[in-house]
């Protein structure tokens, strides 16, 4: 009696993993790649609407890693992933200069947004990003961090070092988490903190917090493509690398990224910028 | 709490929907947990039983090893085989990361020890000269423990459920080494946890309470054999 | 060593004397015969050697017991003769004369283990169990196992839940499956210890009438000489791992060889030569110990006496028992009846103590040359 059962349970688990095995063993042995890629364009659903279109274009299966853009830039660097969509310059460019990766291209950007409950105990609406973060230091007013080297959290480091103020004690609190974890955190606790544009709008109903800071050439939030090579591993598929950067920065994906969101939110959360000059960005 | 309900009924809406989606994470979330749980118990089995019933030196390390791996953290199993299977790692030529396999994998290794220490405890509860008794009036050394087997087979069944119970609500290893790919590695936990990130609470819960009715439907499947069999003594 | 040990004394003439082994016709004499035995059996574990029996023989239709105290490797012998050991075993082990394989004692043998392991189910289901690992159908082993079921009175319990069972009754459906079976060779691993004392003689009746006419060769082991007498034609003392005397029951208990058989055989005073005078050391049961309490009655000659300090008296109900300290020792006497305080000498009086029926030991005490074996007989 028991020895049927296990010869069945042996089975039953065969036929499962071999299941499991025939379903996707094609895909990741022909022509399937690794995106890396920051939770914002994932948490947004910008990705569920490009991939599908690009799978369906070029034939190539994309397995997303939604990651902060520290551990993005990681995967890279391990040739664990194939191509990158990030949003963190400084360290983007440090990256590419290591040599290991291929072409970088400019892809969209949006912005990033200074956030804070309504009663803005702080003062910061309407300033510039520079005096609102040093007028938070200043109030002491409770400040919420993504804390992840995403690229968030790289362009928050930024703008504090560009107010001159070295955050800390009590009131500077790091999540950890991703942009949508931390603007939850954030509205609980009636603190400020820093979001790319695109994850707030699309989270903003169930979030107690508003736009106060907005609009200036610091907030810029700007997402590049990177395309590994072999030199970061040698199964690198640089040919999928080079199909997705190629394609989403062709006019038919641009076009879907500057209609994404139209309609639900009135605005475009992404504007497309292929080509462009990144200097000029936002003027 | 309205988003409670909301939950509710959306786990309501999406089952009687038929929404492709969640049907697809339903189905790939029990074939996950359930392979994954078969494979621990094969592995899980007969080496509960060698602790259980062997003497053998060391036994009280390997006893001692799997009573810890039953708290082992999902995250640090899921750690450890992303790193195996990493394209750089010594099995990354397999291509198995990112894929349903790569999460059976994982999850068997948490479940594998539960197993283990469970079927060994089951095992221990029955009398120790059992098996010897069976062979003294006829029994072949199979069939002697294939009777202790059956002899403990409620405990065994508590295992089962033990070791499906932990993976299917896992969500450290899945996320890890399956990255939560839509329509290819995600499941019930790790889509809950998107939603979440998402803001899309409700959805979240509805994923969290068919996750709740798969774990209940299994282990009253479980239990109804266990007891239709005590029963019947 | 061990061979001068098993034959030691006069006790290997008893073991081939009339009504002995080779007395039913059935076995040849040795180990060559129906039914099972050992030759050079030595048993080890952990480097120490648990058991060593240079030679032993059960005839199919007799029934040996192995009489031994706690720990002295009787639980090993039977599990080595029945090829369930876990320690490592040297030596052969003889089924039907031949060299024993596993499938061929698997299908000769059935043993009881000291607690009755039963498994889930019914107590018909446990009793037709042996029968089911032969390979026999449901409907016919219920069939063959009925009579047995009815003999060891079980009738009225087959369809009850085993574990629902008392030790008593667990223990008789434990002997039920394994008499029902029909071995060839039937191993007792103190089936009766932890019973009642009603139970077990109910039990032991039962198992004594199963038993007869089967051609079965059935050893008991056991630490009590009254279940020895009840089923065993034969009787071994094992002690320490080794075989000390083998031979009639009856007999074999009346006649210890040296002061640990003698222990064992319920000859617990032991009176050395120091005390009475004699070559030999002697010894004798508690109740052939009495208190000489009319000095001038004592009777001469037929009965030894020797005087002591009284330590206490303990009134046991049906009986009173009465220490004394001697210069070489302590001896316990056994009065029938409530022996009225008044009767006795106070705690602390010197007394004196008659021994009827005192044995002498072939082999002394402690140091010293082993006796003649032919001063044995000689005892009254």
New interface residues.
């Given amino acids: 009696m028991k020895s049927r059962l296990l010869v069945g349970l042996a089975w039953v688990a065969t036929a499962l993993l071999v299941g499991c095995g025939t379903t996707t063993t094609p895909s990741s042995a022909d022509k399937s790649l690794i995106l890396a890629t920051t939770t914002s364009t994932q948490d947004s659903g910008l990705l569920d609407e490009l991939l599908p279109a690009f799978t369906r274009e070029s034939g190539w299966q994309v397995k997303t890693l939604a990651v902060g853009s520290g551990q993005a830039l990681e995967l890279g660097r391990r040739g664990e992933a194939d191509v990158l969509l990030v949003h963190s310059p400084a360290a983007e460019e440090k990256f590419v200069a290591e040599g290991d990766a291929g072409p970088r291209r400019l892809v969209m950007h949006n912005d990033f947004v200074l956030l804070g409950p309504e009663a803005d105990t702080a003062k910061i609406r309407g300033t510039s990003s520079p005096e609102a973060m040093k007028k938070i230091a200043a109030a002491q007013a409770v400040f919420v961090s993504r804390g992840d080297e995403s690229g968030t959290h790289a362009k928050e480091k930024d703008l504090w070092s560009t107010a001159a103020v070295t955050p800390g004690g009590s009131w500077y609190q790091s999540t950890g988490q991703g942009m949508g974890e931390t603007l939850r955190v954030a509205s609980e606790k009636a603190a400020y903190t820093l979001s790319d544009r695109a994850t707030y709008l699309t989270q903003r109903g169930t979030l107690g917090l508003e736009v106060l800071s907005e609009g200036d050439p610091g907030l810029l939030n700007v997402y590049h493509v990177i395309e590994m090579t072999k030199k970061a591993g040698d199964r690198v598929r640089t040919d999928g690398a080079k199909a997705f950067a190629d394609w989403i920065v062709a006019a038919p994906a641009q076009r879907l990224i500057g209609e994404f969101g139209k309609a639900k939110f009135g605005r475009p959360l992404f504007t497309p910028d292929a080509g462009a000059d990144e200097a000029e960005l936002g003027q | 709490m309205d988003v409670l309900f909301d939950g509710l009924a959306d786990a309501i809406g999406l089952l009687l929907s038929g929404d492709q989606e969640s049907w697809s994470i339903i189905a790939l979330t029990l074939?996950?947990s359930?392979?994954a749980t078969?494979?621990a118990?094969?592995l899980g089995?007969p080496l509960g039983a060698i602790v259980a019933l062997a003497?053998f030196p060391g036994r009280r390390v390997v006893l001692a090893a799997a009573n810890t791996g039953m708290g082992l953290p999902p995250v640090v199993v899921g750690l450890f085989v992303t790193v195996l299977l990493?394209?750089?790692g010594p099995l990354?030529?397999l291509?198995?990361?990112?894929?349903?396999?790569a999460m059976?994998v994982a999850q068997a290794a948490i479940a594998t020890p539960i197993v283990v220490a469970l079927v060994a405890a089951a095992l221990q509860q029955v009398?120790p000269?059992?098996r010897?008794?069976?062979?003294?009036?006829?029994?072949?050394p199979v069939?002697a423990f294939?009777?202790l087997?059956?002899?403990a087979?409620l405990p065994l069944l508590a295992g089962a459920m033990a070791a499906f119970g932990s993976v299917v609500s896992e969500v450290g290893a899945a996320q890890m080494v399956g990255?939560?790919?839509?329509g290819?590695t995600r499941v019930l936990t790790t889509a809950a946890v998107?939603a979440?990130?998402?803001?899309q609470?409700s959805l979240a819960i509805a994923f969290g309470l068919i996750l709740l009715l798969i774990a209940f439907g299994v282990n009253l499947a479980l239990t109804l054999i266990q007891q239709r069999r005590?029963a019947a003594? | 060593m061990s061979g001068g040990e098993m034959s030691g004394g006069g006790v290997s003439g008893a073991r081939v004397s009339g009504g002995g082994v080779s007395g039913d016709g059935v076995s040849g004499d040795g180990v060559s015969g129906a039914g099972i035995g050992c030759r050079d059996l030595c048993v080890r574990a952990g480097g120490r050697e648990l058991l060593s029996v240079p030679e032993l023989h059960v005839a199919s239709g007799r029934t040996l017991a192995v009489l031994g105290p706690n720990g002295a490797g009787k639980s090993t012998l039977l599990r080595a003769l029945g090829l369930l050991s876990g320690h490592r075993v040297s030596g052969q082990i003889l089924l039907d004369g031949r060299p024993a394989t596993r499938p061929l004692m698997r299908d000769a043998l059935a043993a009881v283990l000291q607690r009755p392991i039963l498994r889930r189910g019914t107590v018909a289901a446990n009793v037709i169990s042996g029968l089911r690992f032969r390979g026999v159908g449901r409907r016919e082993a219920r069939a063959r196992a009925w009579p047995w079921i009815e003999a060891l009175g079980l009738g009225p319990l087959a369809d009850r839940d085993a574990r629902s069972l008392s030790i008593g009754e667990a223990q008789r459906v434990s002997i039920t499956r394994a008499l029902a079976v029909g071995p060839r060779v039937l191993l007792l691993d103190e089936p009766f210890s932890g019973l009642d004392s009603t139970t077990r003689a109910d039990l032991l009746a039962d198992l004594r009438a199963a038993l007869t006419g089967q051609p079965t060769a059935t050893i008991l082991v056991t630490h009590d000489r009254q279940e020895a007498l009840a089923l065993a034609e034969d009787t071994a003392l094992l002690i320490a791992g080794r075989i000390r005397q083998h031979g009639p029951t009856a007999e074999v208990l009346d006649h210890p060889s040296d002061a640990d058989t003698a222990r064992l055989l319920g000859y617990t005073n032991l009176l050395p030569p120091a005390l009475t005078g004699r070559r030999h050391s002697l010894v004798a049961r508690p109740e052939h110990t009495r208190l000489l309490l009319d000095p001038p009655a004592a009777p001469a000659g037929q009965a030894e006496s020797v005087t002591g300090t009284l330590r206490r008296t303990v009134a046991l109900g049906i009986a009173t028992r009465i220490d004394v300290d001697t210069a070489a020792g302590p001896l316990t006497c056994l009065h029938p009846g409530d022996l009225l305080a008044t009767e006795l000498p106070p705690t602390g009086s010197e007394v004196r103590v008659g021994i009827r029926h005192a044995r002498p030991l072939a082999t002394p005490d402690g140091n010293g040359p082993p006796g003649g074996a032919g001063l044995f007989s000689d005892s009254a």
Avoid: C, H, I, K
């Avoid at chain 2, 291509?95 to 396999?101: I, K, V």
């Avoid at chain 2, 010897?132 to 072949?140: K, P, R």
């Avoid at chain 2, 990255?179 to 839509?182: E, P, R």
């Fill in positions: 074939r996950v359930l392979t078969a494979f118990l094969l089995l003497r990493w394209r750089s990354g030529g291509g198995l990361l990112y894929t349903p396999t059976v009398d000269d059992f010897v008794q069976m062979q003294a009036v006829g029994a072949t069939r294939a009777a087997l059956g002899e087979r990255g939560n790919l839509a290819q998107l979440t990130s998402r803001g609470f005590t003594g």
